[in-house]
């Protein structure tokens, strides 16, 4: 018996279990696990190791329009490569249509944009922004049945938010074609009446972010939109859930009997809104919505992640750069907190600092890692088991952990194309050291192994 790759002596973990054993891999998928005694083309000595499955990062901006004059940072070049070397080898960024825009136009363009230029697979979710009666009628339902299963609708933002109405339209599309709904929770209403008391007192810095958009203008959305799901009949994900009194809200509708799936990010569990109360403008790098909260909300996040009542754990990372006249200190956001760009990169730091701070700080086991970082991605969004999880028949996804690498975050070994990390200076205990993408191995010891253009787009049943 003959392997494309072997990977030998490691430990390997999936949701369910750890063990250690050999990994065999051929034609891209692994064929066999166990002690095997076997030759291979390549052999990688993962003695000491954690071998895990690939991260899927499922919510994740790249190349998305941004308004007037606002560029992201990343494109799939260096969003993909930042991905991979965080220890992932799929991610799913959303496919934007603009308002006025056909859903199959909005596709090609951004098919385009990903085309021979990813270091990692990819899936597309959708964002609806208008739900006109074409779109609902005939765009979304073919677009599902063509493998985009997935889509995400706002309540926040003026060129992005649905009325009740539209959402109850467009969920009711979902229901019947059996699409997966993401929902961006926020009161766009509240949110409006609280900055327009801002402006009128002159509080204009970034630290006036945080404090237009409260806990309960997430909460009470939250509620909302779950509301509308139950109506509809329909499951529901709830992404970048920042507080406890918002997970409240998920587990009485789960008591209910509401499929409810939730989602929490790294920003919720590293900052607080005391960042963006940092001087000379620095504010404006932590500016993301929901923003970071406080003490008390980490530990009601970190005490869902441990109960389970957070199913997903992503980056949501959408880069700008920060001292750019396109970025963060555009010209009206250097002067006034509603211009700042919305959002913070960290495809990259995702899994380092879940590892570290989860995982080494005993808040929880390497199966539950697993699961949160890879494995009910895959299963919410219709890719496992082809990905998320170490069996065979699977792809061959494959990342593999030093569970004893320390170092310092630093922007500067970075490799997104913002000018700034969030986590600037953050210990971390626990490092992806070389990632495998259908049997190839695309990171090595910590450097690149080829070139862009290995990634594949996956359609999903």
């Known amino acids: 018996m003959t392997y494309d790759l072997l990977i030998k002596g490691g430990t390997i973990a999936t949701d369910q279990d750890i063990f ?19 030759e291979a083309g390549d052999i990688i000595d993962a003695s000491g190791k954690y071998v895990l499955p690939g991260g899927i990062d499922s919510h994740v901006h790249i190349s998305q329009p941004s308004g007037e004059g606002i560029v ?32 199959r136009a909005a596709i090609e363009w951004y098919h385009g944009l990903a085309a021979g230029n990813c270091y990692t697979d990819v899936s597309f979710h959708l964002i609806i922004s208008d739900p006109t009666a074409q ?37 009711d599309v979902a229901r019947e074609f059996g699409a997966t709904v993401m929902v961006h929770c926020e009161n766009e209403d509240a949110i409006k009446y609280l900055i327009a008391k801002h402006e009128a007192a002159g509080n204009v810095t970034p630290a006036a972010h945080a404090t237009t958009r409260p806990v309960a203008v997430e909460r009470e959305a939250t509620h909302r939109a779950m ?20 997970i409240e809200e998920i587990t ?12 929490t990010c790294p920003q919720y569990l590293m900052l607080t809104a005391a ?31 441990q109960s389970g009542t957070f199913d997903l754990f992503s980056s949501d990372h959408c880069p700008f750069r920060y ?12 002067r006034n907190f509603r211009h700042i760009p919305n959002g913070i990169p960290g495809v990259e730091t995702r899994l380092p600092i879940l590892f570290s701070e989860g995982v080494g700080k005993n808040r929880i086991d390497l199966k539950r890692f697993v699961a949160l970082s890879a494995t009910n991605h895959a299963r919410t969004y219709g890719l496992y088991p082809q990905k998320g999880t170490i069996q065979v028949g699977s792809d061959a996804d494959l990342a593999i952990w030093d569970p004893d690498h320390t170092r310092t975050i630093h922007h500067r070994d970075l490799h997104d194309g913002s000018d700034y990390t969030p986590y600037e200076g953050l210990e971390i205990t626990g490092w992806p050291v070389s990632v495998i993408l259908r049997g190839k191995v695309m990171m090595r010891n910590g450097a690149l192994q080829t070139g862009k253009g290995e990634g594949r787009y996956l359609y999903r049943k």
């Open 72 to 103: 992201m940072a990343d494109d799939f070049e260096s969003g993909t490569r930042s991905a991979l070397f965080g220890g992932n080898t799929t991610i799913m960024p959303f496919c934007l249509q603009q308002r006025g825009q056909s859903i």
């Open 20 to 38: 250690d054993a050999d990994i065999g891999v051929r034609d891209g998928r692994i064929a066999a696990i166990g002690r095997l005694d076997a």
């Open 252 to 263: 009485r509708a789960r008591q209910r009997g509401l499929t409810v799936t939730a989602e």
């Open 323 to 334: 001292d750019s006249p396109d970025g963060k200190l555009n010209p009206k956001g250097a």
């Open 227 to 246: 509301s509308l799901a139950e109506i509809t009949g329909i499951p529901i994900v709830i992404v970048h859930v920042s507080n406890g009194a918002t």
């Open 275 to 305: 960042d963006l109360d940092a001087a000379n403008w620095e504010g404006a790098k932590y500016v993301c919505s929901p923003p970071p909260r406080d003490a008390a909300e980490q530990a009601a996040c970190w005490k869902g992640i």
């Open 135 to 171: 779109v609902l009628g005939q765009e979304l339902p073919a677009a599902v049945c063509d493998g985009y299963t997935s889509f995400k609708v706002f309540m926040t933002y003026d060129d992005l938010r649905l009325n009740d109405a539209e959402l109850l339209a467009t969920f």
